[in-house]
């Protein structure tokens, strides 16, 4: 059973155009929601997370939108580069001991 | 930017030899995990350690085992490498009793012939 679902697997954007990447959780008890980008040969890095108790946050190009109720969360990038092109990898997780839940990611493909 | 290691970076290595990987972070986190990655694809926890002398089984079954014999040393081995285990171990860490930055090092390339 899969926690957390994410799509799509892979996106192609244009430059200057948003890219929006979507991912749906199952377990309430989730308190935690991070995305990482990863480079390829690189490991994970965290960009932004956000906590249920917000319903956006915006760094830079990046911004989470959570809602609650429906239990699902995005990230938008908006002003996408070409340097942007990443696996983009959403997770969750249940209070300070809880191990992180990823999706199974999103390849982003900028074209110039 | 993130201090955890983790050598080597790539290896290429014959069916039947005992392999280990190393990972080490200079951050004092006490909470240390290993993922198995197919490059490009999920992640999946192979193993995780509250802290020294302490290990716990991820949710992908794993021929593979590690210690946790000092904080900062999470090593995995595995006894006899099979080219199933053909794959990207990516080793974290983050502080314990917080939802903290989870760092991810770099990743081992592993190929087994």
């Known amino acids: 059973q899969q926690q957390v679902k994410q799509s799509p697997q892979s996106l192609i954007v244009q430059k200057g155009g948003i890219s929006i990447i979507n991912c749906a959780y199952e377990?309430?008890?989730?308190?935690?929601f991070p995305w990482y980008q990863q480079f390829p040969g690189k490991g994970p890095a965290l960009l932004i997370a956000?906590?249920?108790?917000?319903s956006e946050k915006k760094e830079g190009r990046f911004t989470i939108s959570f809602n609650k109720s429906a239990k699902q969360f995005s990230l938008h990038i908006m002003d996408s580069q070409p340097g942007d092109s990443a696996t983009y990898f959403c997770?969750?997780?249940?209070?300070?001991?809880?191990?992180?839940?990823f999706g199974k990611g999103t390849k982003l493909s900028v074209k110039p | 930017e993130a201090d955890i290691y983790q050598t080597p970076r790539y290896l290429v290595i014959g069916t039947g030899k005992k392999i280990t990987l190393e990972c080490s972070q200079t951050?004092?986190?006490?909470?240390m995990y290993w993922y198995q990655q197919d490059p490009g694809m999920e992640l999946h926890l192979i193993h995780y350690?509250?802290?020294?002398?302490?290990?716990e089984k991820g949710d992908l079954s794993s021929e593979s085992t590690v210690s946790r014999i000092r904080t900062e040393h999470f090593p995995l081995t595995l006894e006899s490498a099979r080219p199933s285990h053909t794959s990207q171990y990516l080793c974290?860490?983050?502080?314990?009793?917080?939802?903290?930055?989870?760092?991810f090092g770099p990743g081992t390339r592993l190929t087994v012939l």
């Open positions: 951050m004092g986190h006490d909470k």
């Open positions: 974290a860490s983050k502080k314990a009793g917080s939802t903290d930055t989870q760092y």
């Open positions: 956000i906590r249920p108790d917000v």
């Open positions: 350690s509250y802290g020294v002398n302490s290990t």
């Open positions: 377990n309430t008890a989730f308190d935690y």
């Open positions: 997770a969750a997780s249940r209070g300070s001991q809880g191990n992180l839940i």
